[in-house]
């Protein structure tokens, strides 16, 4: 009668070391490559939202004879006014409820206004440090729509506010109207340091134009030419 000889199917401590190191290595490829995903994913809603305000922008201009809100202060910001035209309706008139307001790549997700606006105005061409604008301006006043910036991403940092509501003091610090506001810029002072996003997508951010198209700008690569309007 011949002998059975019973072998152990069990796996070596070996052939375990080689599959642990195997699955660490396709992590170690996937997880940069699910981060990069993600980060393209919320880098496209940033430019579409930015896209719907900029129709938004469009037709209230239409409505209102070529004119478009500038700065950030008075009775009712360029997001109070806008509301009425974009394709996401808020809820009780509230815009805390417009996610069109939103980057999803704002660190605290308690911000509601993710934007800066183009409040930059200029005594003439040669003047590179210009003042601060409240008041609307025509769009005819624009020389080069397709090279004018209106909106940007919003810088975060210790001396930038979160906005809760529409009545918080940072609401007024949410435009752009000195060379200190610039992406290149390192002031942090909580009037003339840095409100555009530096890095919010990649090494630069999102911007809406005066002829509503969308682009990403590397931080390095903006200038104060690109927010004068009569160039």
């Not at 170690?28 to 490559?33: N, Q």
């Not at 579409?48 to 950030?72: C, F, H, K, V």
Request: charged share 25%; glycine share 6%.
């Amino acid at each position: 009668m011949g002998i059975i000889v019973r072998r152990n199917s069990a796996f070596t401590l070996i052939e375990l070391l080689v599959v642990i190191a195997i699955i660490a290595l396709l992590m170690a490829i996937l997880v940069p490559v699910l981060h990069k995903a993600r980060e393209q994913g919320k880098n496209v809603i940033c430019q579409n939202n930015l896209r719907q305000i900029g129709i938004g922008t469009n037709l209230y201009a239409e409505d209102w004879d070529q004119m478009i809100p500038r700065g950030s202060a008075g009775e009712r910001a360029w997001y109070m006014r806008f509301m009425p035209f974009l394709a996401q309706s808020p809820i009780d008139n509230d815009y805390r409820t417009v996610d069109i307001y939103r980057c999803p790549s704002y660190p605290d997700k308690d911000q509601t206004i993710c934007f800066v606006v183009n409040g930059w105005d200029f005594t003439s061409r040669n003047d590179w440090t210009g003042k601060e604008i409240t008041a609307s301006t025509r769009l005819t006043k624009c020389t080069r729509r397709t090279d004018t910036i209106y909106l940007a991403d919003n810088e975060n940092g210790s001396w930038r506010g979160i906005i809760r509501a529409a009545t918080d003091a940072d609401v007024y610090r949410c435009d752009v109207w000195n060379p200190g506001h610039l992406p290149t810029s390192d002031s942090q002072d909580i009037t003339l340091g840095r409100r555009i996003a530096r890095a919010r997508h990649k090494n630069g951010c999102n911007g809406l134009y005066l002829d509503w198209h969308v682009e990403w700008m590397a931080a390095d690569d903006m200038t104060a030419n690109q927010w004068r309007f009569e160039k």
